[in-house]
């Protein structure tokens, strides 16, 4: 049984499209880990994988003190993660990027483990960029990034399976709702978002005149539950929440984006916007605004009244739902699947070639 090595972390946008690719994958495929002691080792826990730890620094963006010992940093990253790769001896890599994935990329590239790797984002960030000239293959979610990047093809974004198959009626049974009135599912992606929970708890009583709420705040908080508004800090069953769901408000990370048009949910989207990121969610929200296919509330725009304001804006947009039915964007595990299938079965190929290759040359002569 030929061996992958998984990577990808930092945050949980580097780790979820790898953890729903995994039951197919362990289908076929021995399956290892490689991240570091962060939010990818908590996700993996309990999945019967191994996982290799090593440290892999992050750039620090707009402190140039913090990043003076980045390249030494690196090189450590380099050299233990070059270590996993010779002790778990994969026959290919599979990379979801960040700044985690490149000490592993390299490393492989080293070896020759072909590597394919999956850019989430409408455009690359710098890791990913680095990261594109030493695979294989560089998949996307969007059909544009393949055009920017070496190697570049277009696949679609991993989607966990699971979403698919909750029941909705079950879902709404789990959080006591009703059918009578639309359910709004609020959420501000893995770690959740101060400032959509500020904005939310402001526009509450408002809300609760249009909408039962299940509100996924990224902690325990203290919020109190009433009459029509579920408050969670964290919720494992992504599937039973966005089944009960009539309508979305998330952030628009590319995950989180892609899970909300695979299932087909009018939503409204509220883009991280700050010094510490490099517009990803921006981009992301707005070639899917142009396109029909969600709504969109700037962040600098984000108060009570704008949040009910543009909420019922997507209530009353009654065309949104036939958009997104004829919208090409689905699940694209099957076409990842696909291209790891077609490098490994060249991996097997060439390794069949060298070893008749070696054989001949060890056989005595006549």
Same mark, same amino acid.
Not at 60 to 83: H, M, T, W
Not at 112 to 131: Q, Y
Not at 168 to 173: D, Q
Not at 288 to 293: D, M, N, P, S
């Given at each position: !049984?030929?061996?992958?090595?998984?990577?990808?972390?930092?945050?949980?946008?580097?780790?979820?499209?790898?953890?729903?690719?995994?039951?197919?994958?362990?289908?076929?495929?021995?399956?290892?880990?490689?991240?570091?002691? /962060?939010?990818?080792?908590?996700?993996?826990? &309990?999945?019967?994988?191994?996982?290799?730890?090593?440290?892999?620094?992050?750039?620090?963006?707009?402190?140039?003190?913090?990043?003076?010992?980045?390249?030494?940093?690196?090189?450590?990253?380099?050299?233990?993660?070059?270590?996993?790769?010779?002790?778990?001896? %994969?026959?290919?890599?599979?990379?979801?990027?960040?700044?985690?994935?490149? %000490?592993?990329? !390299?490393?492989?590239?080293?070896?020759?483990?072909?590597?394919?790797?999956?850019?989430?984002?409408?455009?690359?960030?710098?890791?990913?960029?680095?990261?594109?000239?030493?695979?294989? #293959?560089?998949?996307?979610? *969007?059909?544009?990034?393949?055009?920017?990047?070496?190697?570049?093809?277009?696949? &679609?974004?991993?989607?966990?399976?699971?979403? *698919?198959?909750?029941?909705?009626?079950?879902?709404?049974?789990?959080?006591? *709702?009703?059918?009578?009135?639309?359910?709004?599912?609020?959420?501000?992606?893995?770690?959740?978002?101060?400032?959509?929970?500020?904005? /939310?708890?402001?526009?509450? /009583?408002?809300?609760?005149?249009?909408?039962?709420?299940?509100?996924?705040?990224?902690?325990?908080?203290?919020?109190?539950?009433? #009459?029509?508004?579920?408050?969670?800090?964290?919720?494992?069953? !992504?599937?039973?929440?966005?089944?009960?769901?009539?309508?979305?408000?998330?952030?628009?990370?590319?995950?989180?984006?892609?899970?909300?048009?695979?299932?087909?949910?009018?939503?409204?989207?509220?883009?991280?916007?700050?010094?510490? #990121?490099?517009?990803?969610?921006?981009?992301?929200?707005?070639?899917?605004?142009?396109?029909?296919?969600?709504?969109?509330?700037?962040?600098?725009?984000?108060?009570?009244?704008?949040?009910?304001?543009?909420?019922?804006?997507?209530?009353?947009?009654?065309?949104?739902?036939?958009?997104?039915?004829?919208?090409? *964007?689905?699940?694209?595990?099957? /076409?990842?699947?696909?291209?790891?299938?077609? #490098?490994?079965?060249?991996?097997?190929?060439?390794?069949?070639?060298?070893?008749?290759?070696?054989?001949?040359?060890?056989? %005595?002569?006549?």
């Amino acid at each position: !049984m030929q061996k992958i090595l998984l990577t990808g972390g930092g945050s949980a946008g580097h780790v979820v499209p790898n953890l729903a690719l995994i039951p197919s994958l362990k289908e076929k495929y021995e399956l290892c880990y490689a991240g570091t002691d /962060a939010i990818e080792k908590k996700l993996l826990q &309990g999945r019967g994988i191994p996982f290799y730890t090593f440290s892999a620094p992050k750039l620090v963006r707009g402190s140039l003190l913090r990043n003076l010992a980045l390249p030494f940093r690196f090189l450590r990253g380099l050299r233990q993660a070059g270590k996993i790769l010779d002790k778990a001896r %994969p026959d290919l890599v599979f990379s979801k990027g960040g700044d985690v994935a490149l %000490p592993v990329v !390299m490393a492989a590239k080293r070896r020759k483990i072909p590597v394919i790797s999956h850019e989430s984002d409408l455009s690359a960030g710098l890791a990913n960029r680095l990261i594109a000239k030493r695979c294989a #293959t560089v998949l996307t979610s *969007f059909p544009d990034t393949a055009k920017h990047l070496k190697n570049g093809k277009y696949s &679609g974004s991993p989607v966990r399976e699971e979403l *698919f198959r909750a029941d909705r009626a079950a879902a709404r049974k789990k959080y006591g *709702f009703s059918d009578s009135v639309p359910v709004l599912l609020l959420f501000g992606g893995g770690s959740g978002s101060a400032a959509l929970n500020r904005a /939310a708890d402001e526009a509450l /009583a408002a809300l609760l005149q249009h909408f039962q709420i299940l509100h996924i705040r990224g902690k325990n908080d203290g919020a109190r539950p009433r #009459t029509g508004y579920v408050p969670v800090g964290y919720e494992q069953d !992504m599937a039973s929440a966005y089944a009960c769901a009539d309508f979305v408000l998330s952030r628009a990370g590319s995950n989180t984006v892609f899970e909300i048009l695979a299932l087909k949910k009018p939503a409204l989207l509220v883009p991280l916007e700050n010094n510490s #990121t490099r517009g990803d969610q921006v981009q992301n929200a707005e070639y899917f605004e142009k396109r029909g296919l969600c709504h969109v509330l700037h962040q600098k725009d984000l108060s009570a009244g704008r949040l009910q304001e543009k909420l019922l804006s997507l209530c009353r947009d009654s065309d949104l739902q036939a958009r997104l039915a004829r919208a090409p *964007f689905r699940s694209g595990n099957d /076409a990842i699947l696909a291209e790891i299938e077609k #490098t490994l079965a060249r991996q097997r190929k060439q390794n069949t070639g060298a070893e008749k290759t070696e054989n001949l040359s060890a056989a %005595p002569n006549p």
